[in-house]
């Protein structure tokens, strides 16, 4: 039996209504394909803040340098205490944001399926901000290394993908000369690493533009930090919101699996919140364990999940959102009989 230590963070709001249909998926993959995940519940977020006056305590951080990856749930005002402050202290430095469509779902088109691969730790987002008299001022940091290493992950996402084997470098260099400019300069160099894989380069603007007009010609879009976060979230709505879009944050030997979407404290309670986004999180979780450690129970165990998505949207099973009827944990529940019955089906042939 593979087993695997996993740090779970519930989050906030609607945090643990998600983590308990996504339990359900665990337990059912665990059934079927003999994992042995060991599920550590660890605290953080607002709640934790309120009780511990930290957001993120030692305890947690230590329980999740002790696990073989984290899952967590979304996360609310304190979100840039905990899962930035991960993001950089484990320097996971790629951010991947799958953006593909599903049955059932109000896509803009059935053949949507690219991903975002953003850079994680730089940016904007270093958070060095200042005043000077009455000017704010905001450093923007992009480094040589920090584009490589994004530069090289978005190819070999590339190369992985049975898809168009492209990649679309998205900057603002004709404006930011020198950092965007930089990061242009370092991703060209890298292309020529991949002669497999097509590269091209579009500005940020015309990026946002081209998401909507023509989102099926995108295989995989690399980016700095800021517009990696605004496309990604643009791009969600391209196939049924945020719910529908898990999150990866990747770096060499750990990383953290999340929804891409916020705490949503409106629907504390009436168990109608989409649980893919977390569902799938877990799969791409299971995806990279497999990757990780060569474990092929993990990564047909991916598949498995992937596959019993689409097969309960495809029965119409879904949330209010979608014109469904079904609660959180009930979606949760569905997709993990579609991952068992689809087992019995197959005599259990597929249980090891």
């Keep these: 039996m593979s087993e695997y230590q996993i740090a779970l963070i519930p989050g906030d709001g609607v945090g643990p209504e998600l983590t308990e249909a996504t339990l359900k998926v665990l337990d059912a993959v665990q059934k079927r394909f003999d994992l042995g995940l060991s599920i550590v519940k660890v605290d953080a977020g607002d709640e934790c803040f309120k009780q511990k006056g930290v957001a993120l305590p030692e305890d947690t951080v230590e329980a999740i340098k002790n696990s073989h990856a984290c899952l967590k749930g979304p996360v609310g005002e304190t979100a ?87 990649v679309t470098a998205v900057h603002k260099a004709n404006v930011m000369k020198v950092t965007c400019g930089l990061f242009a300069e370092v991703c060209r160099e890298v292309a020529k690493q991949y002669p497999d894989i097509t590269f091209q380069e579009q500005y940020v603007d015309a990026a946002a533009m081209r998401l909507i007009k023509e989102p099926q010609k995108f295989d995989v879009i690399v980016t700095p930090n800021m517009f990696g976060d605004i496309l990604s979230d643009e791009a969600a709505q391209l196939i049924g919101g945020l719910g529908m879009v898990p999150g990866a944050n990747i770096g060499e030997n750990f990383a953290i699996f999340e929804p891409v979407h916020g705490s949503a404290p409106s629907r504390v309670g009436k168990h109608t919140a989409n649980p893919c986004s977390m569902i799938l999180a877990a799969k791409m979780m299971l995806d990279w364990l497999g990757e990780q450690h060569g474990d092929s129970k993990c990564s047909a165990a991916a598949q498995a999940v992937d596959e019993a998505v689409v097969e309960t949207l495809r029965k119409g099973i879904t949330v209010p959102d979608f014109g469904g009827r079904a609660k959180t944990v009930e979606m949760g529940e569905a997709i993990a009989e579609e991952i068992l019955e689809s087992n019995r089906l197959n005599g259990g042939n597929l249980l090891k």
Excluded: H, Q, W
């Design 80 to 166: 840039a205490e905990v899962v930035v402050k991960l993001r950089i202290m484990f320097d996971l430095y790629a951010n991947i944001r799958p953006i593909k469509a599903y049955p059932s779902t109000p896509s803009l088109r059935p053949d949507i399926d690219f991903v975002f691969v953003r850079e994680n730790t730089e940016d904007v987002y270093k958070g060095m901000e200042f005043m000077l008299d009455n000017t704010a001022i905001c450093l923007r940091v992009i480094t040589r290394k920090g584009c490589e290493r994004i530069a090289k992950k978005a190819f070999e996402v590339a190369r992985r993908r049975n898809a168009k084997k492209k």
